[in-house]
């Protein structure tokens, strides 16, 4: 069975930063796409960053260029989200997500979700 | 970038009824890219449909998609009380507003 347990999720101050972490079980992790997809309260889900199988490709949404870094580390089956500069507007569950064989979409498999509050 | 919308924003109906969700595009798009989610309150999205119309491992056969080009279709043949949520479609990373089916 697929799991995917995110963590680091809390109560941040603007311009603060925070770093999320995904450990998956239940499948060859470096063999799949990952990404960090978003959900604000009461909105759509927002993807926020995908990275390959070995990390050669990287990508991310506008809104968090130059302040969000996607990375995984395959030995320990750990998917990461480094958060810098972080706004109000961050605020959002923030959902790990496997992706299809040999794609990046679609999202077949989903943690539970890390609260990230950003708030003075 | 191709915009995603969803219709109606809500669909009230009753145990047993037909659900007919739409979506659409704001160009013509690949059938290959098009996925449909179900989500419930304080749950993750669940991935139900892709390719436009291919059911995700365990999702029942009451759950169907269809559709080309810039229109979509998700339909709920008679919808069971589990049913009731919001459903999310979805073109490449970008997710349209959701249709909320309620009771």
């Known amino acids: 069975e697929v799991q995917l347990l995110e963590s680091g999720g809390t109560l941040v101050q603007p311009g603060g930063s925070l770093r999320l972490s995904c450990t998956a079980s239940?499948?060859?992790?470096?063999?799949?796409?990952m990404n960090w997809v978003r959900q604000a309260p009461g909105k759509e889900p927002e993807w926020v960053a995908a990275?390959?199988?070995?990390?050669?490709?990287?990508f991310y949404t506008d809104a968090v260029k130059g302040r969000f870094t996607i990375s995984r580390d395959n030995s320990n089956n750990t998917l990461f989200l480094e958060m810098s500069s972080l706004r109000v507007e961050d605020t959002a569950i923030y959902y790990c997500?496997?992706?299809?064989?040999?794609?990046?979409?679609?999202?077949?498999?989903w943690g539970r979700g890390t609260l990230v509050t950003v708030s003075s | 970038e191709t915009v995603v919308s969803q219709s109606p924003d809500t669909l009230p109906l009753s145990p047993g009824e037909r659900a007919t969700l739409s979506c659409r595009t704001s160009?013509?798009?690949?059938?290959?890219?098009l996925a449909w989610y179900q989500q419930k309150p304080g749950q993750a999205p669940r991935l139900l449909i892709y390719?436009?119309?291919k059911r995700a491992t365990g999702v029942p056969a009451r759950f169907s998609g269809s559709g080309s080009g810039t229109d979509f279709t998700l339909t709920i043949s008679s919808l069971e009380p589990e049913d009731f949520a919001v459903y999310y479609c979805?073109?490449?990373?970008?997710f349209g507003l959701g249709t909320k089916v309620e009771i």
């Open positions: 997500a496997k992706a299809s064989l040999g794609t990046t979409q679609p999202y077949e498999d």
């Open positions: 390719a436009a119309s």
């Open positions: 990275v390959s199988p070995t990390a050669n490709s990287i």
């Open positions: 239940g499948f060859t992790f470096s063999n799949y796409a």
């Open positions: 160009q013509s798009v690949s059938s290959r890219s």
């Open positions: 979805q073109h490449h990373e970008t």
